[in-house]
């Protein structure tokens, strides 16, 4: 089992950026690839993004794309979450996860998590 951990949340106003990183330990990132995923209050949790290892390949959910960019390196176990143009409903807990088979956008089947960082943006 891998285990996960997040950083860089924080509070940020409106229109400004945080970066999160995940670091794995235990064993390396391997497997199909690496997403993020959040869970506001009250709400259920969605993906974020996701990055494929085998080539690379990105994905987005259509509410970050164009502000967010997931970038990953394998070999050296981290996986970060640049965050552009936040807005108040980017608030929530940021997750990052392993999964070992398709389907990044499959928020609910991913294999080991991490413990979560806080990012609250205020208007």
């Known amino acids: 089992q891998v285990q996960l951990v997040e950083s860089g949340g924080g509070l940020v106003q409106a229109g400004g950026s945080l970066r999160l990183s995940c670091a794995a330990s235990?064993?390396?990132?391997?497997?199909?690839?690496v997403g993020w995923l959040r869970q506001a209050p009250g709400k259920e949790r969605q993906f974020v993004a996701g990055?494929?290892?085998?080539?690379?390949?990105?994905y987005y959910a259509d509410s970050v794309k164009g502000r967010f960019t997931i970038s990953g390196d394998s070999s050296k176990n981290t996986v970060s979450l640049q965050m552009n143009s936040l807005k108040p409903e980017d608030t929530a807990v940021y997750y990052c996860?392993?999964?070992?088979?398709?389907?990044?956008?499959?928020?609910?089947?991913?294999?080991?998590w991490g413990q979560g960082t806080q990012v609250t943006v205020s208007s």
């Open positions: 996860a392993t999964r070992t088979r398709p389907g990044l956008r499959e928020e609910s089947t991913y294999d080991d």
């Open positions: 235990g064993r390396t990132f391997s497997g199909y690839g």
């Open positions: 990055i494929r290892w085998s080539d690379g390949g990105t």
